[in-house]
């Protein structure tokens, strides 16, 4: 078992945390992101790491400096939101947990980008942190294939298991018992985070493209000028084909629970969120809005 330092920040890298503790490691000190001020109060709230590193009675720092006086041999990153810099490496060279297939979606949004731009499979990549943005030679990776049913969410879940396994695989030993690192082949794409402009729904785009958009969650479209989130749909019909619009439609059009979009194709909304109001089935939405003959979504 080795001696380590841990740093992250967000919900998906609580796991991998657990994992190294329950797996006898020595986690001398975790790093993680400062608090932030959330809420009506603006009370301090801590990362999702933080609070696990806590609750497990270890160490917890957002000074990122701290790792120098650890003691530590090795560190761990998963997710943790910043470049850690070639003084920090010198003195305790990291490894980091990468949700992709590098150099495939280096950067912040990888397993979001993924699903939007239609790949069939991704990975995880367990790597060597260097001063560049995800630029390191990878120690062990693991593929899989990404349901088109499957939300961000759900997928984020499977790579974090795919992750743990990993980690256990190779950090039995410590540093020295990881394998012989290999460098990134291949072009190198960029997975830049997620705006809010991402996550609008243009209707004059496919079903198919609009459903990924769906599957990262808090997609968002406008109806009667207020936003509507879409936060389940289905491009599908029950026999599982393509569902087609009618002749002459207009992007955005409403018939009942089917949105007409491009190419021909329609998506069925499941369930939506109006502006200030909890999500419901999207049936129930219509019952109560109840769209006028040839009322679109959108601008």
């Given at each position: 078992?080795a001696?380590?330092?841990?740093?992250?920040?967000?919900?998906?890298?609580?796991?991998?945390?657990?994992?190294?503790?329950?797996?006898?490691?020595?986690?001398?000190?975790?790093?993680?992101?400062?608090?932030?001020?959330?809420g009506?109060?603006s009370?301090?709230?801590?990362?999702?790491?933080?609070?696990?590193?806590?609750?497990?009675?270890?160490a917890?720092?957002?000074?990122?400096?701290?790792?120098?006086?650890?003691?530590?041999?090795?560190?761990?990153v998963?997710?943790?939101?910043?470049?850690?810099?070639?003084?920090?490496?010198?003195?305790?060279?990291?490894?980091?947990?990468?949700?992709?297939?590098?150099?495939?979606?280096?950067?912040?949004?990888?397993?979001?980008?993924?699903?939007?731009?239609?790949?069939?499979?991704?990975?995880?990549?367990?790597?060597?942190?260097?001063?560049?943005?995800?630029?390191?030679?990878?120690?062990?990776?693991?593929?899989?294939?990404?349901?088109?049913d499957?939300?961000?969410?759900?997928?984020?879940?499977?790579?974090?298991?795919?992750?743990?396994?990993?980690?256990?695989?190779?950090?039995?030993?410590?540093?020295?018992g990881?394998?012989?690192?290999?460098?990134?082949?291949?072009?190198?794409?960029?997975?830049?985070?997620?705006?809010?402009?991402?996550?609008?729904?243009?209707?004059?785009?496919?079903?198919?493209?609009?459903?990924?958009?769906v599957?990262?969650?808090?997609?968002?479209?406008?109806?009667?000028?207020?936003?509507?989130?879409?936060?389940?749909?289905?491009?599908?019909?029950?026999?599982?084909?393509?569902?087609?619009?009618?002749?002459?439609?207009?992007?955005?059009?409403?018939?009942?629970?089917?949105?007409?979009a491009?190419?021909?194709?329609?998506?069925?909304?499941?369930?939506?969120?109006?502006?200030?109001?909890?999500p419901?089935?999207?049936a129930?939405?219509?019952?109560?809005?109840?769209?006028?003959?040839?009322?679109r979504?959108?601008g």
């Amino acid at each position: 078992m080795a001696r380590l330092v841990y740093l992250g920040t967000p919900e998906a890298a609580i796991e991998p945390l657990r994992a190294l503790v329950a797996a006898g490691h020595d986690i001398a000190l975790v790093v993680s992101r400062p608090d932030k001020r959330r809420g009506r109060g603006s009370a301090l709230v801590p990362s999702p790491v933080k609070a696990a590193a806590s609750e497990l009675g270890l160490a917890v720092t957002d000074v990122l400096e701290d790792v120098l006086g650890s003691g530590a041999e090795l560190g761990v990153v998963v997710a943790y939101g910043r470049i850690i810099p070639a003084e920090v490496l010198e003195a305790v060279p990291m490894v980091n947990l990468h949700f992709s297939k590098l150099p495939r979606w280096r950067g912040a949004a990888p397993v979001e980008r993924a699903i939007l731009a239609g790949d069939a499979n991704t990975g995880v990549c367990l790597m060597a942190v260097d001063v560049g943005l995800d630029t390191g030679a990878v120690y062990a990776e693991e593929d899989t294939t990404i349901d088109e049913d499957e939300s961000v969410d759900e997928l984020k879940r499977r790579l974090v298991a795919i992750g743990c396994r990993l980690l256990k695989d190779h950090l039995g030993a410590g540093r020295t018992g990881l394998p012989t690192p290999r460098p990134q082949v291949g072009t190198a794409t960029y997975a830049e985070k997620i705006r809010p402009e991402d996550l609008e729904l243009h209707w004059e785009l496919a079903a198919s493209h609009l459903r990924r958009v769906v599957h990262l969650g808090r997609a968002w479209t406008t109806f009667r000028g207020k936003r509507l989130r879409v936060l389940r749909a289905d491009r599908g019909t029950p026999a599982g084909g393509e569902l087609t619009a009618p002749e002459g439609d207009s992007p955005g059009a409403l018939t009942g629970e089917l949105v007409t979009a491009g190419e021909g194709t329609r998506l069925r909304l499941i369930t939506v969120q109006p502006e200030g109001k909890q999500p419901m089935a999207a049936a129930d939405w219509l019952r109560g809005v109840r769209p006028d003959s040839g009322e679109r979504l959108g601008g």
